[in-house]
């Protein structure tokens, strides 16, 4: 009898850790963490649940795996990879809302993560954690560029607001507003002192 085939091509013999955590993943942002168990995921793979336990004591090991790679992949992560000065790299994480392939995607991520947080302590731990993370950092920016302490904090809770509205308001699948939008908020954010040290 063949190996059965995953819908990505790879096979079931060839599943890794990383593979279930990647689909407990996306399962969590397209339907949230209640979604997240162990037959489903291992049908959607195409494997039995012998797979996963290969790779996972229980569940809860896999979904501190979820959460782990949540706090990993942050925005602050692709804007130090880009790297460049403070105001490239503001001016990179409001381009992430026009240039995103999937648009929809992160809003509904950071959505599930919420709701997930509202259950767990454990989780809510780690998203005011990740939160505090990213306005802390955002706001270092704006301080590069010579904004005051307050106004710098200020303006770190405006991107992060503007970054995370876009993905779960529905109207922004409208191209030209979208990019109007992102134009306004855009000068809005960054001010004068990111404009000049963009310069």
Not at 56 to 83: P, T, Y
Not at 152 to 169: C, H, K, T, V
Request: proline content about 1%.
């Amino acid at each position: 009898m063949g190996r059965k085939s995953r819908g990505d091509g790879a096979t079931s013999a060839r599943l890794t850790r990383e593979d279930w955590v990647q689909a407990a993943y996306r399962t969590l942002s397209d339907s949230g963490s209640r979604s997240l168990n162990v037959e489903a995921l291992a049908k959607h793979l195409g494997v039995t649940k012998g797979s996963f336990y290969w790779h996972f004591k229980d569940r809860a090991e896999l979904l501190g795996a979820v959460l782990d790679r949540w706090h990993v992949q942050l925005v602050i992560s692709r804007a130090e990879s880009a790297g460049g000065s403070a105001a490239d790299r503001i001016r990179y994480m409001l381009d992430i809302v026009v240039n995103s392939r999937r648009p929809g995607r992160g809003g509904a991520l950071e959505l599930a993560m919420r709701s997930w947080a509202r259950r767990d302590p454990r989780v809510a731990e780690v998203v005011e954690s990740v939160d505090q993370r990213r306005l802390d950092y955002t706001a270092g920016l704006f301080r590069e560029c010579g904004y005051s302490d307050e106004e710098a904090e200020a303006r770190a809770m405006l991107l992060f607001s503007y970054i995370f509205s876009q993905g779960i308001l529905s109207f922004t699948n409208d191209r030209v507003l979208k990019q109007r939008l992102h134009g306004l908020c855009r000068r809005l954010i960054e001010g004068d002192n990111v404009a000049v040290a963009a310069e």
